[in-house]
């Protein structure tokens, strides 16, 4: 017996001298450890895709539409990340990509419209407004350039902190002539066909992606694809390409990155891609409608075609994708039903967008999120993602919030936060200025000097205006839209008659 005992108490001292050196070891290690890889980013943003022209449902039920287009990318993004059904941008490009830029509210950078040649606006004569001197030859990352707002630019801040930055597609930040014209100068290390115009002059190679062969201008044409130039490839695939080979590039570096990938695609002109256009077209839909889904298509078919690239380099777990669109669809497009309006409109079909995020290890699979959020946000938002803790904006207060928390299904104080609008301009559509905080929406139209009002919630159509049943709502809302405008100094449009800047919100209300 006193055999076993030493045997045991041996075995005892032997054991817990393992269990104390492992202890040491894990405290050893814990006090060494290097901080976890910085997530690779891919900014997927598309040009004019209305809330509901995808395959994936953003609404409560499957809508005409969805049944129409064909975007099994996006349903694989959707099932692997997190869907916002209730996600803004701008009603109108510059603006909405200039805010991803900056963290700056469109009433605080003042490019509140589309942006190409410098000095010149693309507004026409209104009868009774005199549009506010906006800010048309849009950012720079340099004072000293008239009419234009200097900011700190996010991929500027991403570079700073060891990001390989790459620019892939439209820019659309500042007019023709200008440096903001040029995403080099706005802190990305690589461009690829970013200029000034909004959208190109074709989709075809064949027509060196130019204007001139229907006699339209030159400005369109995008720059840099010559390798492309007389060939049968469409301008989706050619921008997809050369974004795969810069992702292949940073990889070989060793370096994480920001892929900036802003398709011109579905913005006029609508040309079709032929690869996807005869299915639609059998489908009984008309020439435009089978174009146009095509179009959707070869975008969704550019996003499987990253996705798959950064499988093949073993980075899925580490790369975070974020799909977003930068505005409704255009008004000759189908209608987003239930929504009212269209592109460049206060209402939800002007402003509301489809976006998808998927963040490895955070956001939960085919998870769903209600909470509102607007362009602005995805400033902090891909900073903090990227860890990237102190920064500054030159250009003002940064008003986008970052959504962080709802990614990881928490609550956030700023969940019932007011979110703004603010278009003074007279380009196609009457000027306004809007808000939404919590369920209601506030709009502002400046020819008229009328209010509407409408619950979200309870009419996502915007049918019923309640101004007349909620004066207490009416009046709260127009306080909080007026000291915004005041607050970011927003210029408002003057009034032909009368030679003076027209009201603020709550001063409709008081002359009621």
């Not at 023709?176 to 461009?191: A, I, M, S, W």
Request: aromatic share 10%; with cysteine; proline share 6%.
């Amino acid at each position: 017996m006193r055999h076993k005992n030493i045997h045991l108490n041996t075995f005892l001292k032997i054991a817990t001298f393992l269990a104390v050196t492992l202890i040491v070891i894990n405290l050893k290690a814990s006090e060494t450890k290097t901080p976890s890889k910085q997530p690779n980013i891919i900014m997927f943003l598309v040009d004019d895709m209305g809330w509901q022209e995808t395959s994936v449902p953003f609404y409560i039920e499957v809508t005409a539409l969805n049944k129409r287009y064909h975007t099994p990318n996006m349903d694989r993004l959707a099932k692997r990340g997190i869907k916002f059904t209730q996600a803004y941008a701008c009603a109108v490009c510059s603006p909405s990509r200039i805010s991803l830029m900056t963290g700056l509210n469109a009433a605080r950078h003042k490019v509140t419209t589309w942006t190409l040649r410098k000095d010149k606006s693309p507004e026409p004569e209104h009868k009774t407004l005199i549009p506010p001197a906006w800010h048309l030859n849009g950012i720079c990352a340099e004072p000293g350039i008239e009419k234009t707002t200097v900011v700190t630019t996010l991929p500027m801040i991403l570079r700073k902190n060891g990001y390989k930055t790459i620019h892939t597609g439209k820019a659309h930040f500042g007019a023709k002539d200008t440096p903001g014209e040029n995403p080099l100068n706005l802190g990305f290390d690589v461009n690829i066909g970013g200029h000034a115009a909004g959208g190109p002059g074709s989709y075809y190679g064949k027509n060196n992606f130019s204007a001139e062969f229907r006699k339209g201008d030159r400005i369109w044409d995008i720059p840099g694809l010559d390798e492309y130039h007389g060939t049968d490839i469409y301008l989706n695939e050619a921008l997809t390409i050369k974004a795969n080979h810069e992702i292949d590039k940073a990889v070989e570096e060793n370096k994480p990155f920001y892929l900036y990938m802003a398709h011109y695609a579905i913005h006029a002109p609508w040309e079709k891609d032929f690869r996807f256009y005869d299915k639609y077209k059998a489908m009984g839909l008309t020439d435009f409608q089978a174009t146009y889904a095509s179009m959707v298509e070869s975008m969704d078919k550019s996003l499987g075609d990253l996705m798959q690239n950064i499988r093949r380099h073993g980075i899925e777990e580490n790369t975070i994708i974020v799909f977003m669109s930068d505005n409704g669809q255009p008004s000759q497009a189908d209608r987003n039903l239930p929504l009212r309006g269209h592109k460049l409109t206060p209402y939800e079909g002007g402003v509301r967008v489809p976006l998808i995020v998927d963040w490895p290890g955070v956001t939960n699979p085919n998870s769903i999120s209600e909470n509102y959020v607007i362009i602005e946000d995805l400033f902090p938002t891909l900073l903090e993602m990227a860890g990237v803790e102190k920064y500054h904006q030159v250009g003002g207060v940064i008003d986008g919030k970052s959504f962080v928390p709802f990614l990881k299904g928490e609550s956030d104080p700023n969940q019932n936060r007011p979110i703004f609008w603010h278009y003074p301009n007279t380009y196609d559509q009457p000027p306004y200025s809007s808000v939404r905080q919590g369920d209601w929406k506030l709009i502002y139209q400046h020819v008229t000097r009328k209010l509407e009002l409408y619950n979200i919630k309870n009419d996502i159509s915007e049918k019923s205006d309640l101004v007349d049943k909620e004066p207490l709502k009416l009046s709260e809302l127009a306080n909080v839209l007026t000291d915004f405008l005041l607050e970011c100094e927003a210029q408002l449009p003057k009034d032909k008659v009368s030679n003076k800047i027209i009201v603020y919100p709550n001063e409709i209300i008081s002359k009621n």
